[in-house]
């Protein structure tokens, strides 16, 4: 009975690097991602990728360790299927998001490979992620972004585009730094605009409320 309970030295191993994981991406979505973005269902989505995909890779090199020449094509063809998902059949996600998608795939791809490695040397990798995605968002520039429909195309025109950016920060509320103008549809007097303003970006979601063949001028 005491041996149905008993862990052996691989799943010990297995779990404090999870742990490192789990860590590692939690600074990365929690204090870096989400406090600017404000994104409650990509949080939801890159933590459970993260947990999911180091249990996938760590279990598949396990399983395949027997198989020697046969393992490499298993994890190649595995790791084909991971990256994969990235093509998600669904609304089109943000170029910011995408990016922390591919972070968090390649984090949980290295803590999971890292079998032979120390610890040391593992916790070291995942901190040189770590700095680099702080060095990013904090010394680079960016802007929230909203993506809307607006009625008053007549503003729309280059000569006018202060007048535009004025109207959109009175009835936004926000700072605009940016305006990129879309599809225009003269029959309903509408275009579609991207506004890039500074502050947090408020989760409502707009952009996953149009249409793919909305967003494919932008």
Aim: hydrophobic share 50%; charged share 25%; with cysteine.
């Amino acid at each position: 009975m005491l041996e149905f309970f008993s862990l052996s030295n691989d799943f010990l191993m297995m779990f404090v690097r999870l742990l490192i994981n789990i860590l590692a991406t939690w600074l990365i979505i929690d204090r870096l991602y989400f406090k600017k973005s404000r994104r409650r269902d990509f949080y939801f989505t890159f933590m459970l990728i993260s947990v999911a995909i180091f249990f996938i890779v760590f279990f598949m090199i396990f399983v395949l360790e027997d198989m020697k020449g046969k393992t490499s094509m298993g994890v190649g063809i595995g790791l084909f299927g991971i990256f994969s998902i990235m093509r998600y059949r669904t609304d089109a996600m943000p170029v910011r998001e995408m990016t922390y998608l591919f972070v968090i795939i390649a984090l949980s791809l290295v803590n999971a490979v890292s079998v032979n490695i120390p610890y040391f040397e593992v916790i070291l990798t995942n901190l040189i992620i770590i700095l680099a995605v702080w060095i990013c968002e904090k010394r680079l520039k960016t802007w929230s972004t909203r993506i809307i429909q607006y009625d008053r195309i007549e503003l729309i025109v280059p000569e006018r585009r202060e007048e535009l950016i004025a109207d959109l920060e009175k009835r936004l509320g926000l700072k605009v730094k940016k305006v990129d103008i879309g599809s225009i549809d003269f029959l309903r007097d509408m275009a579609m605009i991207r506004v890039s303003y500074e502050g947090e970006q408020q989760a409502i979601g707009d952009e996953l409320k149009l249409s793919k063949d909305q967003l494919k001028e932008f």
